[in-house]
């Protein structure tokens, strides 16, 4: 069975679902299908570290994923989940790290399907010419991300686009 909540945050409502006590979505709009609405531990959990991430406390997630997605959408999240906190890189980028240098637009078609938003960062792509580019929330929360992320950063001397 699948359950999820919904919980307001500075770059609006983000729904959190999980199967079997393991996350399987984060995002800014879902089709819930037959989730039933209900606060679990895990998702109790995630909401809690996302909430330190908005408080700029949290730059590592730890939460229990469970990703589904062909062999290439599932090198190319974990790839993600390299980028430090309050970095950007380019989808070649990520392309050369899975070993596929011509795939950029592979890589922007893993990062629009990618299932949980936030905690595997794909906001942190931008294009290879420092531009922001696609995102499945939309550019605005794109930008409030990396922004924030630039915020709490500052002490690290960190540069975003």
Known sequence: ??????V????GPVTVMEEGGEIVFI?????????????TPAIKEAFRQLSD???GELKTFDLPLKLSGTP???RTWAALQTIPYGKTCS???IAKQIGNGKANRAVGMANHNNPISIVIPCHRVI????????YGGGLPIKRQLLELEKH???DHNSSLF
């Open 8 to 11: 307001p945050f500075p770059v």
């Open 152 to 154: 709490y950063s500052r």
């Open 72 to 74: 290439f959408q599932l």
């Open 1 to 6: 069975m699948r359950y999820y909540q919904t």
């Open 53 to 55: 991430y908005f408080d």
């Open 27 to 39: 995002g800014f709009s879902a089709d819930i299908g037959d989730a039933a609405k209900k606060e």
């Open 91 to 93: 989808y070649g980028d």
């Open 127 to 134: 294009g290879a010419n420092g531009s922001l580019t696609g």
